[in-house]
């Protein structure tokens, strides 16, 4: 997501030429993926259990990646090429973040306010790096943003399925 934030301004202004406003209505469009995905996340959690819906939710933050990456390597320049696959995205963070957190500080019950710290801390000196390379990166091209985005929504997939393989050999 901090991909996102710090590179789109730059991919959706210099590069496609889009104005302030358009730019600030266009990025708010593709944050509406994340509260569809809480909102879906609050009704699928009770259905399916939390590592389904994580799964769930990893599986959109990957295609939503995939689809952003391929966008851009067909040179396809509409704004909408890039925040279609973004809102997907978003969406799969609505899904998985608010689980994975939860899922991440259930077994430190008692620590639960120094597992939270220390949670929220390893995201954002993660996101903050991330700023950093798709700043360092980006150019003439939204490739390196699109890149960071779909690597980031893979790694995210591979580590779902890993933790569920691993609950389940363990069940």
């Not at 209505?25 to 909102?39: E, N, P, S, V």
């Not at 391929?70 to 396809?76: C, H, K, R, S, T």
Request: proline letters at 4%; glycine letters at 12%; aromatic letters at 6%.
């Amino acid at each position: 997501m901090f991909a996102w934030i710090s590179g789109s301004s730059f991919v959706l202004q210099d590069l496609y030429g889009l104005s302030p406003l358009l730019f600030g209505l266009i990025f708010a469009m593709a944050t509406l993926g994340y509260g569809a995905g809480t909102l879906i996340a609050a009704n699928l959690v009770g259905r399916i259990g939390i590592d389904r819906t994580i799964v769930c939710g990893a599986v959109a933050l990957a295609a939503g990646g995939l689809a952003m990456a391929a966008a851009v390597a067909l040179g396809v320049t509409s704004p909408f090429a890039l925040v279609a696959p973004m809102a997907l995205y978003l969406c799969g963070l609505g899904l998985a973040m608010p689980q994975s957190m939860a899922g991440a500080l259930m077994p430190f019950a008692e620590r639960a306010g120094a597992a939270s710290s220390l949670l929220g801390f390893l995201q954002q000196a993660v996101a903050s790096a991330i700023g950093i390379v798709v700043g360092q990166m980006l150019g003439s091209s939204a490739l390196p943003l699109a890149l960071v985005i779909a690597a980031m929504g893979c790694l995210a997939l591979a580590l779902a399925l890993i933790k569920r393989s691993m609950r389940d050999q363990v069940s």
